[in-house]
Each structure stands twice: as structure tokens, then as C-alpha cells.
């Protein structure tokens, strides 16, 4: 069995001892144990502290070099203390465990783990305390790599899958994951359990409760994974994966990015022009829909212009009457402006197709959102709206490019291809009464980048985030706006995304100079934002989800900058300032709060 304790379990002296018992208690009870450690309390962090005063820009090797020590004190201090209690126990680096990485350091991916001489001591009775967060590159230099802060959780998973383990407990301060940070809402509740699928997308969004690596190799592989408070014997939460598969470790964390092209023809959009930017209209709009149970699929609202949103959303076509008299009839209202028709500037195009790459091996790789758009580029196929998660990029495109797209698709990511089952069930069923929304997350690290007018023709978001990817900018929220404004006789949109806010500089010259040179308008950059995302496997077939969330901004007067959508999650950016109001307003309004208090250990 593995266990992972990250870095408040064995932040002190007694913290480690505890942590000896507990392991030395297993290995009683009949099971061989291996455990990955983390660094002792904020040692990561003090040591990222100390490189910043040498250096303004330290070498990503050198600083792989100097994180790693971290772990290398606590996998042998966590040895001694299994000695005193008499276990025998042997401490390994990663690279002594034969975690084998690429050698992109800061970030490197596990290419393979060679585990014979974990299960010779296994064998012979010891217990093997494995240093996480860190690996050995494959090149002949043996370079020391990490995997990226939070990256312990994934050394754990990707050996407990190498070794076939019965089990991986994640141990850590908190009870379980919680329906959102119990540090910002002291209401979150433990859930007993949670697919993968949700995991990962609250994992990404900001959860930092599991690295999404983690749970991507759990899912991929199948490993029962579970995360349970490290002071207790409660039972934690599961995290529910497909049954084990028996698959090659080859290229553990280096399979295909891509794991499926989806496709909807069944879609009709609607757009809303020039509607005013307060709070409060995405609610109202939304909450007309829900009214007439119209569910609805991706939404996107743009960037604001000056004092107006575009807002526009795609629902089945058999349901396109239904959204656009809604949306006829809101739109003078929330112009202020009820008997005034003329204003109104609704598109709709019922001749849509939607057209996805789903895979969570497109996690932290900036590259594979640029080849979906430099695929449909060279298909000549142009792209009309584009939304994403960041284990889903979707676009929406003309129903009669839409097989041109697929097989484009298809053939550069080596995929097969289905139509989006909007009956499928996840392959671990989830209890009939799980609620719509089962978790939110927060994310105050990144900033949002606009490029204003970039011309409407195929090839023009492919260049773009061709340029980031290159620079090994990392992209997450990607939308495209609707609105074709004339610019010198030609239609352009507006592209807005966000990146990591150590990115942003970087993002903002890459972005300009592409601007430059395609002839497009202004960029904006703006770093005091936060993402804000609830996340339910069960908000597919139950409209009125993101009505609700909205409401629930709208009620505390909080403005929303950005929605973006996918099946599973709805995510909206808000001012920085507002983040954590904003969070507590969205879990409650979905009956997140329980009635006590998780208490977080100091
Ligand atoms: P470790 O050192 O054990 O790896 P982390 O600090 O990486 O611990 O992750 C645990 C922290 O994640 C918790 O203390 C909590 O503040 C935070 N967190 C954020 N979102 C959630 C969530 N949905 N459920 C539980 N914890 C969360
Ligand atoms: N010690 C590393 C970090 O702080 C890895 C981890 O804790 O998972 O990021
Ligand atoms: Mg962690």
C-alpha cells in the first residue's frame, strides 16, 4: 500500500513521529508499505524565498537542485524515526526509485518508473520512504528534475500505478476534499466521494488539495486513490476511478494529450449585442432561460467594450425558437429600456456544430490548444467560438465544416472520434441524489490578457497561441467573443485568455507583437482578477446551473469579467477584491455549507 504525507504531516519533530506510528501500525497489520513524503512544513517555500534573494532569474536547474533537498530531509528523518519504533525502513531519492523524468526542469513529466529495487525492499520486509515532488532525467547526465510545486501527490500515484498497489492514501491536514477551501469558507463539507472527472477539474481550477497529475494518472490507470486527514482515523473522501487497466508504464505521464474529439451537430447559438457591463444581467438572462427549462451548453461572455458585454450561448436546436424569444424579450430590459426593440442585437445561427479534444494530458501543456486551432486553420475551417477547461478545448464552427474538422482533428492527434453522449454515465455510478454542483474553487494567481479586433479568418487564434505555446506560456480560459465588428472593411472578434500571473509579462509582449503584426487592436492586461468555478458532473442534464450561479454574484453586487464554460464546470473571472465573497456567495447558493466548521491544523 502507498501513503503520501505532505508538508504539514511532517512538519515537526512530532509530526514525523506520528507519522512513523501510523505507518509502523499498517505494516502490523499485515501490508507492505511504501510512502512518499513531502518537504517538512514550508521548507519549498523558504527555499524558492532564499534562491529569489541571490537571483532575480535563478536557473531552473539549479533551482530543481536546491528543491529538492527538501524531501531529502524528511525521507530520512522519517527512516530514523520507523528505526526507534524498531521497523525496518530504508529512505530513497527519486532517482534511487527510478522515477525517470524528461529533463524540462521545474515541470518535467515521469516518463517511467523502474521499480525492482522499491519491490526487493518491499520484499524483504522494509518500508521504502520515497522523496517525492522529485525525479532523475533519462539523458546520460542523470539530472535531478522536479515535477512542479504540489508534484508529491504525483510521485505517489504514478508508484502506486507503476507498482499495481492496492491502494494510495494521500494524507494531509485537512479531512477529505472539502466542496471548496475550508481556509476561505470554514462551511466547506467533506465528500465521501468524487469522480475523477469533477476532481480534475476542481484540481485544475485551483484546489490545491490534489495535484491534477495526480489524479490524472489515477484515472488513467485506475488506482484507488483516497485523501484523509493525517491527525485522524476518519475514513477521508474517495476519489472514484474507471477499474484498473492493464497498461504499459512507457511514457507514464507522456501519452497521448488527446484522448477523444467530441462532436455536437444538434446546436443552435444565440448572441446578445452590446448588452450593459453591471452586475446582475448574466443572472437575469440566465434566469429567464431557466425559467422555460432550456438547458443550456457553452457560454461565453466576452470581454467588456467600453460599457457593454456580448454574451452568447449555444442550446439544442430543437430549443433555438424557444432561447431567442427569451432573448428578444430581455434584451430592451436589460438595455434599461423595455419598449425600445430597435436596439436589440441578437444573432442567432442555427446551423452550429461543436467540436471538442478532450484529454487531461493537455494539462500544463500550452501547446495543444494551438494545434487544435492551427489544425482547423489548415482544414480552412474558421472558428467561431472557443471555450475552454483545462481538460477540454471546445469550438464552435459551421455544421458543414464540421466533418472537415473532425477529420483534421482526428488525424493530428491520432484519435478516434464520437458524437458527445449526452446520456453516458460515468464509469463509477454516483449516488442519484448528487447535487448539481459539488464543489468551488478559487483561483486569485492568474491574469486576464484581451487582444481587441483580430481579424475573423482561419488561422488568426492558431498563430496566437502557436506564439505562447512556443514560449512555454501556459494558457487556461480561452474565449472568443462574437461580436464580427467592421475595422477598415473587415469582421474581426475579440480574444481574451488567462495565464499564470508570472506569465502575464511575458504573455502581454508576445501578445502585443502578434498584434503588431496581424493588425489587430489593443491589448489589455489585467492581473487583479480572480477565477471563480463551481464544478457537478450532474449540472449536464439540469438547466438553470449557471442562472443560479450568476444570481448568486448578482445578489452581492459582484460584476462579471469573463464566463467561460464546459459540461462539467462553469467558471466566471470577478475583480480580484471580490474573490473570496464571491466564493462564499457561489457555495452557498448551491447548499454547500454544512453546519460545522472544519478546523484546519496550524
Ligand atoms: P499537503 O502539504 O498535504 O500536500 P496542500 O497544502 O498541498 O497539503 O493541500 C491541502 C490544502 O488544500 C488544505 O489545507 C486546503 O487549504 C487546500 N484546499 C483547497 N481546496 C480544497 C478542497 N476543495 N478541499 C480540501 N482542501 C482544499
Ligand atoms: N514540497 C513540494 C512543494 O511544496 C512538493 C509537494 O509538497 O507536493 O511544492
Ligand atoms: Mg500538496
Redesign the pocket.
Known amino acids: 500500500m502507498f501513503k ?6 511532517v512538519g515537526s519533530v512530532e509530526r514525523i513521529q506520528a507519522v512513523a506510528k501510523r505507518v509502523n501500525h499498517t505494516v502490523l497489520a499485515g501490508h507492505q508499505v511504501a510512502v512518499v513524503v ?1 518537504a517538512m512544513g514550508k521548507t519549498t517555500d523558504t527555499l524558492v524565498k532564499l534562491a529569489n534573494e541571490i537571483s532575480e532569474n535563478p536557473s531552473c536547474r539549479e533551482m530543481d537542485m536546491l528543491l529538492s533537498t527538501g524531501e531529502q530531509v524528511s525521507i530520512s528523518l522519517l527512516s530514523m524515526a520507523l528505526h526507534s519504533l524498531g521497523q525496518d525502513a530504508i529512505s530513497l531519492t527519486g532517482a534511487q526509485v527510478g522515477i525517470v523524468t524528461e529533463a524540462d526542469h521545474s515541470r518535467a513529466r515521469i516518463l517511467n518508473i523502474r521499480t525492482e529495487r522499491l519491490q526487493r525492499h518491499l520484499n524483504d520486509g522494509k518500508v521504502v520512504v520515497v522523496a517525492g515532488f522529485q525525479g532523475v532525467s533519462s539523458s546520460t547526465d542523470f539530472e535531478i528534475t522536479t515535477l512542479g510545486r ?1 508534484g ?2 504525483t510521485s505517489a500515484v504514478a508508484l502506486a500505478a507503476a507498482l499495481g498497489a492496492a491502494k494510495c492514501e ?15 469558507v470554514p462551511a ?1 463539507q467533506l465528500m465521501p466521494h468524487i469522480t475523477c472527472d469533477e476532481m480534475l477539474e ?1 484540481a485544475s481550477l ?6 491534477p497529475r495526480a489524479v490524472e494518472i489515477a484515472r488513467n490507470y485506475g488506482v484507488p486513490l483516497v ?1 484523509r486527514s ?1 491527525w485522524t482515523d476518519e475514513p477521508g473522501t474517495q476519489v472514484l476511478a474507471p477499474t484498473r487497466q492493464p497498461k504499459s508504464l512507457e511514457g507514464l505521464e507522456l501519452v497521448h494529450p488527446v484522448d477523444a474529439i467530441e462532436f455536437d451537430l444538434d446546436q443552435a447559438k444565440v448572441a446578445l449585442l452590446r448588452i450593459p457591463d453591471r452586475p446582475g444581467v448574466a443572472a437575469q438572462l440566465f434566469g429567464e432561460i431557466a425559467n422555460q427549462s432550456l438547458n443550456v451548453d457553452l457560454i461565453i461572455q466576452s470581454i467588456h467594450d467600453g460599457n457593454t458585454n456580448d454574451i452568447a450561448f449555444t442550446v439544442m436546436r430543437a430549443n433555438l425558437a424557444k432561447a431567442e424569444a427569451v432573448a428578444e424579450a430581455i434584451a430592451p430590459v436589460l438595455r434599461g429600456n423595455p419598449t425600445d426593440t430597435n436596439e436589440a442585437e441578437i444573432l442567432v445561427d442555427q446551423r452550429v456544430a461543436k467540436v471538442s479534444i478532450v484529454g487531461a494530458g493537455m494539462i500544463g501543456r500550452p501547446g495543444v490548444a494551438a494545434r487544435m486551432f492551427s489544425t482547423l486553420a489548415a482544414a480552412g475551417v474558421n472558428i467561431q467560438m472557443i471555450s475552454t477547461s483545462e481538460v477540454k478545448v471546445s469550438c464552435t464552427v459551421e455544421r458543414d465544416e464540421c466533418d472537415l474538422a473532425i477529420n483534421a482533428l482526428c488525424e493530428a492527434f491520432q484519435v478516434t472520434c464520437s458524437p458527445l453522449d449526452k446520456t453516458a454515465t460515468p464509469e463509477q455510478p454516483i449516488p442519484e441524489t448528487s447535487p448539481e454542483v459539488r ?3 478559487l483561483d486569485i494567481q492568474q491574469a486576464q490578457v484581451a487582444i481587441r479586433q483580430v481579424p475573423d479568418q482561419p488561422g488568426m487564434a492558431a498563430q496566437i497561441f502557436a506564439l505562447l505555446a512556443e514560449a512555454g506560456v501556459s494558457v487556461d480560459m480561452i474565449i472568443q467573443s462574437q461580436r464580427c465588428r467592421l475595422v477598415n472593411g473587415q469582421t474581426t472578434r475579440d480574444i481574451a485568455f488567462t495565464v499564470a500571473q508570472d506569465e502575464a509579462a511575458q504573455a502581454r509582449r508576445l501578445v502585443e507583437n502578434a498584434a503588431a503584426k496581424f493588425a489587430c487592436g489593443d491589448v489589455f492586461v489585467n492581473d487583479a482578477i480572480a477565477k471563480i468555478s463551481v464544478v457537478g458532473l450532474g449540472m449536464i442534464n439540469t438547466p438553470g446551473v449557471a442562472a443560479r450561479m450568476f444570481a448568486a454574484l448578482a445578489e452581492h453586487q459582484i460584476n462579471i469579467h469573463m464566463i467561460a464554460t464546459s459540461e462539467i464546470k462553469i467558471s466566471c473571472l470577478v475583480a480580484e477584491a471580490d474573490g473570496v465573497n464571491a466564493l462564499k456567495a457561489v457555495h452557498e447558493a448551491f447548499h454547500l455549507d454544512g453546519a460545522e466548521k472544519v478546523v ?1 491544523p496550524a
Open positions: 503520501k504525507f505532505g508538508g504539514t504531516s513531502s504540489g508529491s501527490d494521500i494524507y494531509t491536514d485537512v479531512p477529505g476534499i472539502l466542496t471548496t477551501d475550508p481556509r476561505l466547506a476542481l485551483g484546489a490545491k488539495v490534489l495535484h485523501v493525517s464543489g468551488a474553487a484546519v
